[in-house]
C-alpha cells in the first residue's frame, strides 16, 4: 500500500495561491495548469513553516486522492518574484550586497501585528528589541509570525534602531547552514549548541540508568 502511495506522487511547481494559518490550509496554483492543489497546515510546519507569502513560488510532491490532489510534501519555497529585494525607504542608504552579506542572527518573536504592519523580536543575548516591518516579512516569504516562533535575522542599525532585512524560519536558516547556502557562525553556534545539550543529556540519561552491579 505505502509502495503504491509513493508511486502516486509527482513533483510539480507552481505558487502560492493563498495560505491562511487560522484555517490550517490554502492552495497552491500549478504552472502547468489544471484544478487547484491543497496545501495543509502540518505539510508547511513539516517544512518548518508557520505562514507563507501569497505568491510564493513553490515545488512540492503531490498526490490525488478521493478528495483531489494535494501536497504530500514541499520541496522548496522561494519568495514571491514580485517581493522587492529592498521594500524599505529605511533601507535606501545601504548597498544591497551590504545586505545580503549580513550574518543570520537568532532570534524569538516577541509579537507581530499583521493589521499594524509591524512587530519586534528579541535576539538571543542583545536587550534591544528588533524591529519587523510586514514588508520584509512578505519579501522573504512568510506571511505572519507567532509569539515564540524561533527565527535567523539579518539585522541592521536603521532610523528605526535595529531592524530586520530578512526574516527566515529557524529551521529553514539551519538547512541552509548545514547544505552551505547560508553562513553564520550564530546559527552554527545555535545547533551546535543544541546538539551539546542533546549530547550531554544522552551522556547523564546513560549514567543515570546504568545497571547495577
Known amino acids: 500500500m505505502l509502495d503504491k502511495q509513493a508511486e502516486d506522487r509527482f513533483?510539480?511547481?507552481?505558487?502560492?495561491?493563498w495560505f491562511d494559518p487560522a484555517k490550517g490550509f490554502g492552495f497552491i496554483v500549478p504552472d502547468a495548469g489544471g484544478a487547484d492543489i491543497l496545501l495543509h497546515a502540518n505539510v508547511l510546519r513539516n517544512y518548518g513553516q508557520n505562514s507563507?507569502?501569497?505568491g510564493a513560488r513553490i515545488r512540492i510532491q503531490a498526490q490525488r486522492t478521493e478528495r483531489g490532489t494535494q501536497a504530500v510534501e514541499i520541496l522548496s519555497l522561494d519568495p514571491p518574484p514580485t517581493a522587492s529585494a529592498v521594500p524599505l525607504a529605511d533601507f535606501a542608504e545601504f548597498d544591497a550586497e551590504y545586505l545580503s552579506s549580513r550574518p543570520l542572527e537568532p532570534a524569538r518573536i516577541k509579537w507581530f501585528d499583521k493589521a499594524k504592519g509591524f512587530g519586534f523580536a528579541n535576539q538571543f543575548g542583545m536587550s534591544d528589541d528588533i524591529f519587523l516591518h510586514v514588508e520584509v516579512l512578505?519579501?522573504?516569504g512568510l506571511s505572519d509570525l507567532e509569539p515564540g516562533e524561533a527565527v535567523a535575522l539579518r539585522v541592521i542599525q536603521g532610523r528605526r534602531g535595529r531592524m530586520a532585512t530578512e526574516i527566515l524560519p529557524w529551521d529553514a536558516a539551519v538547512r541552509g547552514v548545514r547544505s552551505g547556502t547560508e553562513r553564520s557562525a550564530s546559527v552554527d553556534a545555535g545547533t551546535q549548541s543544541d546538539t551539546d545539550t542533546d549530547t550531554d543529556a544522552a551522556s547523564d540519561t546513560d549514567t543515570s540508568s546504568g545497571s547495577p552491579e
Do not use: I, Y
Not at 11 to 17: P, S
Open 11 to 17: 513533483e510539480l511547481d507552481g505558487h502560492v495561491k
Open 138 to 140: 512578505r519579501s522573504s
Open 52 to 54: 507563507v507569502a501569497d
